[in-house]
């Protein structure tokens, strides 16, 4: 009998390796999702249901250095059910919390099952406890951020830098002539493991969305999880990914880079693509696959009704917060794609010319760069690789 989940890969648990084949959590997963509609159409992009699953060449889902070696299964873990058991907890009504890269806040109260091998060895007294004291230590930290979030956000650009605004209106090199850059980041993480996980930075030519440069890396997350402050979290990383790269292959380092997550469509005005933008001193935009509910922004009836006249690539509509401030847009990115992305400044450019890249970007529902970020790191995971991993285009002549 093998001593590995099927399904997530990871080592069963003594006394669930005879006779199972895959983990609790895994199994629960298998059952709900023989409960769905099969015939239901998806927009995922990596399952068997989605109608772009069967558009994706298979050349699109390698790695570049390694093409006959590292292909991508997208039958596996891809769902955003899979990645909420990766970040398991009590969600209590209207609060936010992760999945998959992403904020999320619920409308109704959810009660998501608890792992039962995260308390192994805790009575229900210690538990209890231990709550209390990570209570406490959330609140001084979430403070101290607060703090933090509003000195970077007086730094905050809204303005198109001259390499974008040039980009936009059509120039596609550079007056040294060199082409423009745009890059995505993303981390994913082993199921029913919130501290390992996988950062990925890669980076697209323009126009044709060729990749010239992709780094992986295994990275510990130890900032605790605290809804609204997702980069304090995640954000130190993706600078070590963004110093790499310009130690390493400084003529690929991007124009702007895209993150699977919220700029300014963010409770207090200063998302994931904002924190980075200013640290890193680069143009960001933030895209985000769910709705964050945010500054009277909620996805309502009143949302849903709008989000279903959406007919083709480039219909949307603006987010506008109670105060009459535009957060973001609502962007159907692909004809073929019915669910639409959030798309939000982060830094150093403007709402029309963040909606122009996510355009321009977005072979299928997702931009590429974020795109290739996302499904990369998940193969890297689901191989079970734990060395670097970087490729570097030749530069064309």
């Known amino acids: 009998m093998n001593d590995f989940c099927c399904g997530c890969g990871i080592l069963l648990p003594i006394g669930d390796v005879n006779n199972e084949t895959m983990c609790k959590v895994c199994k629960r997963e298998a059952s709900l999702r023989q409960l769905n509609n099969k015939s239901q159409t998806c927009d995922c992009e990596y399952c068997e249901r989605s109608d772009n699953y069967k558009l994706l060449?298979?050349?699109?889902?390698?790695?570049?250095?390694?093409?006959?070696?590292?292909?991508?299964?997208?039958?596996?873990?891809?769902?955003?059910?899979?990645?909420?058991?990766?970040?398991?907890?009590?969600?209590?009504?209207?609060?936010?919390?992760?999945?998959g890269g992403n904020e999320f806040t619920t409308c109704n109260q959810v009660v998501q099952e608890q792992s039962s091998d995260i308390l192994i060895g805790l009575n229900s007294n210690e538990q209890e406890e231990n709550k209390a004291v990570d209570s406490l230590i959330s609140e001084?930290?979430?403070?101290?951020?607060?703090?933090?979030q509003l000195f970077y956000k007086e730094?905050?650009?809204q303005k198109d830098t001259s390499a974008i605004a040039a980009l936009i209106?059509?120039?596609?090199?550079?007056?040294?002539?060199?082409?423009?850059?745009?890059?995505?980041?993303?981390?994913?993480?082993?199921?029913g493991?919130?501290?390992?996980?996988?950062?990925?930075?890669?980076?697209?030519?323009?126009?044709?969305?060729?990749?010239?440069?992709?780094k992986m890396e295994m990275i510990q997350l130890t900032q605790p999880y605290i809804p609204g402050f997702l980069a304090f979290r995640e954000v130190p990383a993706l600078l070590k990914l963004l110093e790499d790269l310009k130690a390493n292959a400084p003529h690929y380092f991007p124009d702007v880079i895209l993150l699977d997550g919220n700029g300014i469509l963010h409770p207090?005005?200063?998302?994931?693509?904002?924190?980075?933008?200013?640290?890193?001193?680069?143009?960001?935009?933030?895209i985000a696959k769910t709705l964050i509910s945010a500054q009277g922004i909620?996805?309502?009836?009143?949302?849903?009704?709008?989000?279903?006249?959406?007919?083709?690539?480039?219909?949307g509509f603006e987010l506008i917060s109670d105060t009459g401030e535009t957060l973001g847009m609502c962007l159907r990115a692909h004809d073929k794609a019915q669910n639409p992305i959030y798309v939000s400044v982060?830094?150093?450019?403007?709402?029309?010319?963040?909606?122009?890249?996510?355009?321009?970007?977005?072979?299928?529902?997702?931009?590429?760069?974020?795109?290739?970020?996302?499904?990369?790191?998940?193969?890297?995971?689901?191989?079970g690789k734990t060395e670097p991993y970087e490729f570097i285009a030749p530069v064309e002549n």
Not at 140 to 148: D, L, P, R
Not at 169 to 189: E, M, N, T
Not at 348 to 376: F, G, H, T
């Open 346 to 383: 982060g830094h150093m450019i403007s709402l029309r010319s963040s909606v122009w890249l996510a355009l321009e970007c977005s072979k299928y529902r997702i931009p590429e760069p974020v795109r290739r970020a996302d499904i990369d790191s998940r193969e890297y995971l689901r191989q």
């Open 268 to 286: 207090r005005g200063f998302g994931l693509a904002c924190q980075l933008g200013v640290l890193a001193q680069v143009p960001t935009v933030g």
């Open 57 to 99: 060449p298979s050349k699109e889902t390698k790695f570049f250095s390694q093409p006959e070696h590292l292909q991508f299964s997208p039958t596996q873990n891809h769902n955003e059910l899979d990645f909420r058991i990766s970040q398991i907890h009590f969600v209590d009504k209207n609060e936010s919390f992760l999945c």
């Open 169 to 191: 209106s059509g120039h596609r090199r550079k007056a040294d002539g060199s082409r423009y850059y745009v890059g995505g980041v993303d981390i994913s993480f082993i199921v």
């Open 155 to 157: 730094q905050l650009i």
């Open 298 to 315: 909620v996805d309502d009836q009143n949302h849903k009704n709008k989000k279903a006249e959406l007919k083709e690539a480039g219909d």
């Open 193 to 214: 493991n919130s501290v390992d996980a996988c950062a990925c930075l890669c980076v697209v030519r323009m126009p044709d969305l060729e990749v010239v440069y992709q």
């Open 140 to 148: 001084e930290i979430k403070q101290q951020w607060e703090s933090e």
